[in-house]
């Protein structure tokens, strides 16, 4: 079995890789040196500032379980991260604006070691604090970054259409490349190593430390413009004017908050759903493989797109009922769930015929 696993991760490996290097290949544009110079320097801070995001993710219930906690607690562990980064979420913006993209950004830096330290430690108070300074490190990440490199490129004089560049070059090692080799890290530090489940914490603790000595050495301040500013009333009413004149932008939202939804609730069960019986797993290689296959969605998606005219919708539902089914999964095939009780068997039996073939 543990040999499937790694066929399964070579050979999505070996797709991604052709799908990028053609991509590479094929949309190259020329730059300058001081650009690439300025890219590469963001690209790096990048990538260390999601690698200490990234290498905490496979363990975060795994942590907690083993210091006892059980599904109710560790469930409350996760909506005060999740609250704490929808409520500072909304005034992050404006904040990084007037105090400084630069130092918002050192302080994501701070924030995040301070809740990677608390995972030190078994209480559950100090968890819970824990939870909620990384739920304000995520809202900065998530913004602060990238509003000081746009502020920063527009500064230098840089050509408008390099930035896709460097956005592009971002997500693919944030979001791909550094997510992957992150699970790996971690499943190296907990499984190979021995070092215990609090280990990816200790290393994201590093990443993020040297990622802040990057800025604070290399990166100027830049600060939103005084005459756009909003205080947070104006920006949700401008906000409720557009969702009520434009039903489209009201869809959208509703879209994107139940995939949100349905992506938080995922974060909180794959570690359960794995292993119901408290099998050992290797987490860290279970999320590398899973980002490899995020990563080769975006690449089939980025194709996609490319054709004339782009017909989003048409590949979205299929995207959609396939994710809904392989989320079902475990419901289905976890001994014990609630599919399999009997009661819900004979229901769904009753229901419609083609239960026929969940039921055998």
Same mark, same amino acid.
């Given at each position: 079995?543990?040999?499937?696993?790694?066929?399964?991760?070579? /050979?999505?490996?070996?797709?991604?890789? /052709?799908?990028?290097? !053609?991509?590479?290949?094929?949309?190259?544009?020329?730059?300058?040196?001081?650009?690439?110079?300025?890219?590469?320097?963001?690209?790096?801070?990048?990538?260390?500032?999601?690698?200490?995001?990234? *290498?905490?993710?496979?363990?975060?219930?795994?942590?907690?379980?083993?210091?006892?906690?059980?599904?109710?607690?560790?469930?409350?562990?996760? %909506?005060?991260?999740?609250? !704490?980064?929808?409520?500072?979420?909304?005034?992050?913006?404006? $904040? /990084?604006?007037? #105090?400084?993209?630069?130092?918002?950004?050192?302080?994501?830096?701070?924030?995040?070691?301070?809740?990677?330290?608390?995972?030190?430690?078994? #209480?559950?108070?100090?968890?819970?604090?824990?939870?909620?300074?990384?739920?304000?490190?995520?809202?900065?990440?998530?913004?602060?970054?990238?509003?000081?490199?746009?502020? &920063?490129?527009?500064?230098?004089?840089?050509? #408008?259409?390099?930035?896709?560049?460097?956005?592009?070059?971002? %997500?693919?090692?944030?979001?791909?490349?550094?997510?992957? *080799?992150?699970?790996?890290?971690?499943?190296?530090?907990?499984?190979?190593?021995?070092?215990?489940?609090?280990?990816?914490?200790?290393?994201?603790?590093?990443? *993020?430390?040297?990622?802040?000595?990057?800025?604070?050495?290399?990166?100027?301040?830049?600060?939103?413009?005084? !005459? &756009?500013?909003?205080? $947070?009333?104006?920006?949700?009413?401008?906000?409720?004017?557009?969702? /009520?004149?434009?039903?489209?932008?009201?869809?959208?939202?509703? %879209?994107?908050?139940?995939?949100?939804?349905?992506?938080?609730?995922?974060?909180?069960?794959?570690?359960?759903?794995?292993?119901?019986?408290?099998? &050992?797993?290797?987490?860290?290689?279970?999320?590398?493989?899973?980002?490899?296959?995020?990563?080769?969605?975006?690449?089939?998606?980025?194709?996609?797109?490319?054709?004339?005219?782009?017909?989003?919708?048409?590949?979205?539902?299929?995207?959609?009922?396939?994710?809904?089914? !392989?989320?079902?999964?475990?419901?289905?095939?976890?001994?014990?769930?609630?599919? #399999?009780? &009997?009661?819900?068997?004979?229901?769904?039996?009753?229901?419609?015929?083609?239960?026929?073939?969940?039921?055998?």
């Amino acid at each position: 079995m543990e040999m499937f696993f790694y066929l399964v991760f070579g /050979a999505l490996g070996a797709v991604v890789a /052709a799908l990028e290097l !053609s991509k590479t290949n094929k949309d190259r544009i020329n730059t300058s040196s001081a650009f690439n110079s300025f890219k590469n320097n963001y690209l790096l801070v990048y990538s260390l500032m999601m690698a200490g995001d990234w *290498l905490q993710g496979p363990y975060v219930y795994y942590l907690y379980s083993t210091y006892g906690f059980g599904k109710g607690e560790i469930g409350q562990l996760f %909506i005060a991260g999740f609250g !704490s980064s929808m409520l500072f979420g909304t005034i992050v913006g404006s $904040l /990084a604006d007037k #105090q400084g993209r630069k130092r918002a950004c050192v302080t994501y830096c701070l924030t995040y070691i301070l809740s990677c330290i608390t995972k030190h430690s078994p #209480q559950y108070k100090i968890l819970m604090i824990g939870r909620i300074l990384g739920g304000i490190a995520t809202s900065l990440l998530f913004s602060a970054f990238e509003s000081w490199l746009v502020a &920063e490129h527009n500064k230098r004089g840089f050509e #408008q259409q390099w930035l896709s560049i460097t956005f592009s070059k971002a %997500i693919f090692l944030g979001n791909g490349l550094v997510a992957i *080799l992150s699970g790996l890290f971690g499943n190296l530090l907990v499984d190979s190593f021995s070092l215990g489940p609090v280990a990816p914490f200790d290393a994201a603790a590093c990443f *993020l430390a040297i990622g802040m000595v990057i800025i604070l050495s290399s990166w100027t301040e830049n600060y939103g413009d005084p !005459s &756009e500013s909003k205080d $947070l009333l104006t920006q949700f009413r401008g906000a409720a004017v557009a969702i /009520a004149s434009d039903e489209k932008i009201a869809l959208l939202g509703a %879209i994107q908050s139940l995939f949100e939804g349905s992506m938080y609730t995922f974060v909180f069960l794959w570690t359960p759903a794995l292993s119901p019986n408290d099998e &050992e797993i290797p987490h860290g290689f279970i999320f590398a493989t899973f980002m490899l296959a995020s990563m080769l969605g975006s690449s089939l998606a980025s194709r996609l797109m490319a054709r004339s005219p782009p017909r989003v919708e048409s590949y979205m539902q299929i995207v959609f009922v396939v994710s809904s089914v !392989s989320l079902l999964l475990p419901i289905v095939t976890i001994p014990g769930s609630t599919f #399999q009780c &009997e009661k819900w068997r004979h229901l769904i039996f009753r229901l419609s015929p083609a239960s026929w073939l969940l039921y055998l």
